[in-house]
């Protein structure tokens, strides 16, 4: 049986991977407002939200940063502001499947990343899998012509914004309380110019879409803190498996809810992607299970 604390770690997954899964559709009810201020928006009330639960936590002292990070700060802000931009723009543009297969793809991408600037190490099959996703997606160019660049970009930068966020070493909610605060001027900037020009959609269209963008802090943020919660409960193997729920329930979405067609291509790209990811996550439990029988022993050895 597990106990309580495992159980609500598990639940707190579960929450936060759903919202994540679900959100082209929160995307899709705004689709009428330009991709740039539904971003701009997103950072406003995201960070205005943020800094509410970091107030009322008592975690405000978590902001403070070394001038040093500042850069690399900066860097992981911008990444994260444009893979939102890419997200939203794929879903507004009926490319949700697209979006589905960069999230299926984007944890094989920071392995690879984690190879050239970590010096990681990958044990036979882990080669083996990173090969058959790197299969699938040259599937596409060779049978259409052209990458998935959508799912690449999302895949990248997702990436590249995770092995920043390593390095930086931030709790979660702080650290995208500090990257909303730093683009936060870029964002009302753009709504600001947007409203000199008379094309701004917020308090000029609608109740239902004013209170549908200030939605999007609670869109943002609540998985977040879900995610938070789950990470302090469980251990991070058990959160890495919960991480396909979200891209999975995407995929289910796309083809069931918003008709997307799904041809027989994508499904070779995506059968590569998922036999890739199953031999990676078996490799690895079983390589950590061997690890941690091997410590036992050896520790009741010496005992």
Known sequence: MFDRRTLQGGYFALAAYFIWGVTPIYFKLVGHVQPLEIIAHRVTWSAIL?????????KLGELRLPLKSLGWLLLSAMLLACNWLIFVFAVLNDQIIDTSLGYFINPLVSVFLGIFFLGERLRPLQWLALSIAFLGVMIQLFVLGHLPLISLALAFSFGFYGLIRK?????AVSGLALETLIILPFALGYLAWQQAQGALSFSNLSLDTDLLLVLGGVVTSLPLLLFAGAVTRLS???????QYLAPGLTLLLAIFYFDEPFNNVQFATFFCVWVSIMIFTTESLGYHRKRYRDHARVSTEAS
Request: no cysteine.
């Open 50 to 58: 943020l800094m509410l639960i970091l107030t009322l936590s008592g």
């Open 167 to 171: 390095n930086l070493n931030l709790p």
């Open 236 to 242: 991070l193997t058990t959160v890495g498996i919960f």
